[in-house]
């Protein structure tokens, strides 16, 4: 009776988080959603932007090609801030290239990492420019203006000039504003025909960012593409395969909202100042080669600005920049639980001031938080360690009534007063808590290029002398050997080779993959919760779960 409570019980629980996904799904509002492909052939019609744009120019296959060719002709003029190295084209106007001082490159510590890439290692630029004929677009030519190229001590701001001339005599003024301390460019355009339409866009590769870094354990990995919020629909990813397949569904018009480009650790956005209409489109414009953009109208003025963000995500910092920015720091659907773990890890980082300790510190504090049940489990495995020797003597006696064989069992456990899923419960409640710690750890980049103790100079990074997996694989063994053996011959064989063969492919998963971070978090985690010992529980729980399925049915 009582195992059918508590298999009630996580049928009610898990029914709770489905009802509650399915509650924020059904009051989203979709009727505005649309296809990729709507955008670009169109303008929006809301908030006075009209349709009479001649559009973007069309990039076609071959386009990066096409761009170096130009660039190689072009000037490039090299801008340095205190936190920026920035390398803008006068062929375009565009940024080509953006190394961010404050963050080291992934293999090579001595370079600061690169976002905006001119083709090393991605095509990644910042795009911008008007809409209609005769208008200056990032394939034109401009003139660099400006003569300052450095944010000198003492100046707040760096302004940086391009200028288009039209055939009509007039000309048309681009200006990059480099802040201080900020991760924030503004850009504006002037001297553009009122009614005319500006756009600014991010031409990527579909590549993941950081190569095989990028890529996370047990199939999961972090999200490289586009991304649009709106105060009406809120966060929503796009795919690269989805914008290839016209299959990609975000918000295209609104009044509010920006467009980020995201990758791990780093964002670049858009960020238009809320009010003013605007369109968002995404589209693929050659082989593995995207532009996601949003399009805005010219002022009466003839002025058209924007803030683009390019850095870090910084939770905090991100919060105060946008509504809904922070989004971009994706903790997956278990958001609810990650989020305020970040919180209590940047407090114990606060007091700590380092990262790994502050890891630990709350790996501890959540154990402990846990204790009760992890009591609660032990308890419930030393008695079954107990009553091991009677059923096995039951399974000598019944061995051939299988279900006189359940029935004793299950006396036997009543009386006893064992519940043989008690020692699974409490794993089954901390599972989603690490879970969400592990993608926090995994999202957040200060642990990047941050030093721990001795020779751990990167928590993001894994161990080079593989001393963490080593301590991973001890504990392992310690806790596997501190539980009790099935009482089934057969499962317990089963048991210790899936121990072996587990346990070499964990090593070698820890050894060659896994950051110091998530070893740290590893070594404190219930034995249930690892990823390198999955394969074993399921087994062992498939058994389990098969064979009280069967007593409960049974009459």
Not at 45 to 67: M, R
Not at 195 to 222: C, H, I, L, V
Not at 326 to 338: E, H, P
Not at 493 to 520: H, M, S, T, W, Y
Request: charged share 20%; hydrophobic share 45%; glycine share 8%.
């Amino acid at each position: 009776m009582d195992n059918r409570r508590l298999v009630l019980l996580l049928v009610f629980s898990f029914s709770l988080v489905m009802l509650w996904d399915g509650w924020q799904k059904h009051f989203q509002p979709k009727n505005s959603l649309a296809t990729v492909a709507a955008p670009v052939g169109g303008l929006p019609s809301q908030g006075g932007v009209s349709a009479s744009y001649t559009g973007i120019p069309s990039p076609v296959t071959g386009l990066a090609a096409t761009a170096d060719k130009g660039v190689a002709k072009a000037e490039i003029i090299k801008v340095e801030t205190d936190l920026f190295l920035a390398e803008i084209s006068s062929q375009g106007g565009d940024i080509v290239r953006l190394e961010l001082k404050n963050h080291r490159d992934t293999k090579d510590k001595k370079r600061a990492f690169v976002l905006f890439d001119d083709g090393d290692q991605h095509f990644y630029r910042a795009q911008s420019g008007a809409i209609g004929e005769g208008l200056p677009n990032h394939r034109s030519m401009w003139r660099v203006t400006s003569e300052s190229r450095f944010l000198k001590e003492g100046d707040s701001t760096l302004s940086v000039q391009l200028v288009a001339d039209l055939a009509s005599g007039k000309e048309v003024v681009k200006t990059y504003i480099f802040h201080r301390g900020s991760y924030q460019i503004d850009i504006r355009h002037e001297g553009l025909p009122a009614g005319a339409f500006a756009y600014y866009q991010f031409t990527r590769d579909g590549k993941p960012a950081e190569g095989k870094s990028n890529s996370m354990m047990m199939g999961a990995s972090t999200f490289t593409g586009p991304a649009v919020f709106t105060e009406a629909e809120k966060f929503q990813k796009v795919s690269f395969s989805d914008i290839t397949k016209n299959k990609a569904k975000f918000a295209t018009k609104a009044d509010n909202g920006w467009l980020a480009m995201v990758q791990h650790y780093f964002v670049a956005a858009w960020l238009p100042t809320a009010g003013i209409a605007r369109e968002f489109y995404m589209r693929t414009i050659g082989d593995n080669l995207y532009s996601a953009g949003v399009i805005l109208p010219v002022g009466a003025d003839g002025k058209s600005s924007v803030s683009l963000y390019a850095g870090p995500q910084e939770l905090e910092n991100l919060k105060g920049i946008a509504p809904g920015f922070d989004l971009v720091v994706d903790y997956g659907w278990l958001t609810v639980i990650a989020a305020p773990l970040f919180w209590v890890l940047g407090v114990i980082h606060k007091l700590t001031g380092n990262w790994g300790w502050a890891i630990i510190l709350l790996t501890v504090l959540i154990k402990l938080v846990f204790f009760p049940l992890s009591a609660a489990s032990y308890k419930s495995m030393a008695k079954m360690r107990l009553v091991t020797p009677k059923l096995a003597k039951l399974k000598e006696t019944y061995g051939d009534d299988k279900m006189r064989l359940n029935q004793e069992m299950m006396a036997l456990y009543k009386k006893e007063n064992i519940n043989p899923l008690g020692g699974c419960l409490p794993i089954l409640i901390q599972i989603p808590v690490f879970i969400s710690l592990y993608w926090v750890l995994q999202g957040t980049v200060e642990m990047r290029n941050a030093p721990w103790i001795g020779w751990i100079k990167d928590l993001s990074a894994q161990d080079p002398y593989y001393v963490l997996p080593l301590l991973m694989g001890v504990t392992m063994f310690i806790q596997t050997k501190l539980n009790p053996a099935p009482p089934d011959p057969l499962q317990a064989k089963v048991l210790r080779n899936a121990i072996k063969r587990q346990g070499r492919e964990a090593f070698r998963l820890l050894a060659n993959e896994l950051p110091p971070c998530d070893v740290v978090l590893r070594v404190n985690r219930p034995l249930g919760n690892r990823g390198s010992s999955k394969h074993l529980f399921r087994k062992g729980w498939r058994s389990l779960i098969d064979d009280l399925l069967k007593r409960l049915v049974t009459p």
